[in-house]
């Protein structure tokens, strides 16, 4: 018997359950990164503070629910008393939703967990980190490029870490036209929590600037 058909129902499932219980998050921002980081390492205490500083600016942090530093921007956000939702992945080797998740969900897929990401994020946060998280930054700036989505802030938290990628995409990139020079402002690159946070309500505020329209 054919088993693809009934995965299109499973994966609709996946789809109906992330919108049912997203819809009603309010602002959110995606926080991004490794899941191997340990508490003790300097990027852990830097996710934990920016989960903190979007709560306090009145965002919902949303993170992938696993270990290392999806698991201390969760600390973050509900240590400052705010909403930290983990949208969490089926792995062979998973160890379930981290203890900081507020609201979770479980997916299948991955492609499935990635959009929800993006529908209910109006920002990505991307600290240091693997395959996973250079996945999840390239997707965000594939759909900002393509302006399949728009006034999308992208941050990279970590200079040391991120700045040798920077310098081969303005180096590499650029160099051989790959990419148009004015895409390297799709992303920009900090280690300051504040400037970090302080950028995407900037850019929210602008955002809300453009999106009025005068009725009179
Ligand atoms: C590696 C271990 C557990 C993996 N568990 C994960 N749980 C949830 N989300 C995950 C997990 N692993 C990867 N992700 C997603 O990718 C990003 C991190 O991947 P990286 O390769 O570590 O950079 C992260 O943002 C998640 O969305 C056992 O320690």
Known sequence: MHTDPWRVMRIQSEFVEGFGSLAELG????????????????????????????????????????????EAANKGATEAGGTSVGLGIELPFEAGLNEYVNVGINFRYFFVRKMMF????????????????????????????????????????????WGPLMDWVVGTLVGEGMIAPEDVDLVRLTDDVDECVRWIVQEREERGRSDFIPTS
């Open 27 to 70: 602002r959110a921002v995606a926080v991004f990164g490794s899941a191997r980081t340990p508490a003790d390492h300097p990027a852990y205490r830097l996710a934990e503070q920016v989960g903190a500083g979007l709560v306090r600016a009145g965002y919902t942090v949303i993170t992938g629910g696993g270990p290392g530093v999806m």
């Open 118 to 161: 993006v529908k209910y994020s109006e920002g990505f946060v991307v600290l240091p980190g693997g395959v996973g998280t250079l996945d999840e930054l390239f997707e965000a700036l594939t759909l900002v490029q393509t302006g399949k989505i728009t006034s999308f802030p992208i941050v990279l938290l970590g200079r040391e870490f």
